[in-house]
């Protein structure tokens, strides 16, 4: 059993990744231009698990006193008060109008990322190498380090550590056709 004793570094219980770029770093289209690309996934964290939830919040407190502390942000703040990269699920996205897609019904959404690509490995702790068995749709369990911030605004950041994969399930995102479905059974002659 693991030992810890950072209290703003957490282990998730099962989780559902959205957003996974975590074999090529990935940049937003509406990344600032200075913005380097990182590694990235979201957590669909299922309310259900109120352990996770209970770790995580206790996570940021301790990151929001330690950033006090050090000067990071500014003296005075309230903690509670800082934003944080957790958002209902069952609620609307950082715009205040937008709401989370239907996989996120049920859910805390949790965005974490880093300069550095996490090591991904199986229930058995072996690498995984197949970057097509790493997607959006799979369950896992993952390493959190959180931290405040005080650059163009102040808050509570989420960075990405090691992903254990723990389950398959259906792919999030755009449904691909099958090449069956494009091609098998048409009329069309590719030689004439």
Same mark, same amino acid.
């Given at each position: 059993?693991?030992?810890?004793?950072?209290? &703003?570094? !957490?282990? &998730?219980?099962?989780?559902?990744? +959205?957003?996974?770029? %975590?074999?090529?770093?990935?940049?937003?289209?509406?990344?600032?231009?200075?913005?380097?690309?990182?590694?990235?996934?979201?957590?669909? !964290?299922?309310?259900?698990?109120?352990?996770?939830?209970?770790?995580?919040?206790?996570?940021? *407190?301790?990151?929001?006193?330690?950033?006090?502390? +050090?000067? *990071?942000?500014?003296?005075?703040?309230?903690?509670?008060?800082?934003? &944080?990269?957790?958002?209902?699920?069952?609620?609307?996205?950082?715009? =205040?109008? &937008?709401? #989370?897609? $239907?996989?996120?019904?049920?859910?805390? @959404?949790?965005?974490?990322?880093?300069?550095?690509?996490?090591? @991904? @490995?199986?229930?058995? %702790?072996?690498?995984?190498?197949?970057?097509?068995?790493?997607?959006?749709?799979?369950?896992?369990?993952?390493?959190?380090? #959180?931290?405040?911030?005080?650059?163009?605004?102040?808050? !509570?950041?989420?960075?990405?550590?090691?992903?254990? *994969?723990?389950?398959?399930?259906?792919? %999030? =995102?755009?449904?691909?056709?099958? @090449?069956? +479905?494009? #091609? =098998?059974?048409?009329?069309?002659? $590719?030689?004439?």
């Amino acid at each position: 059993m693991a030992n810890n004793t950072n209290p &703003t570094h !957490i282990v &998730t219980g099962k989780v559902r990744l +959205s957003y996974a770029h %975590l074999t090529q770093p990935y940049k937003s289209k509406l990344a600032d231009e200075n913005d380097k690309a990182k590694y990235s996934t979201t957590l669909l !964290i299922p309310k259900t698990d109120t352990v996770t939830k209970a770790k995580i919040d206790a996570a940021i *407190k301790a990151a929001g006193e330690k950033a006090l502390a +050090s000067g *990071k942000i500014k003296k005075g703040t309230p903690i509670d008060k800082l934003p &944080t990269p957790v958002w209902d699920g069952d609620g609307y996205k950082a715009d =205040g109008y &937008t709401p #989370f897609g $239907p996989e996120c019904k049920g859910m805390w @959404v949790l965005s974490a990322s880093s300069i550095d690509q996490p090591r @991904v @490995v199986d229930l058995s %702790l072996s690498p995984i190498l197949d970057p097509t068995e790493i997607y959006s749709g799979m369950w896992a369990r993952v390493g959190l380090d #959180f931290y405040g911030y005080n650059n163009r605004k102040m808050g !509570i950041g989420c960075g990405l550590g090691n992903v254990q *994969k723990v389950a398959d399930d259906e792919p %999030l =995102g755009a449904e691909r056709a099958s @090449v069956e +479905s494009d #091609f =098998g059974g048409d009329d069309y002659d $590719p030689l004439g």
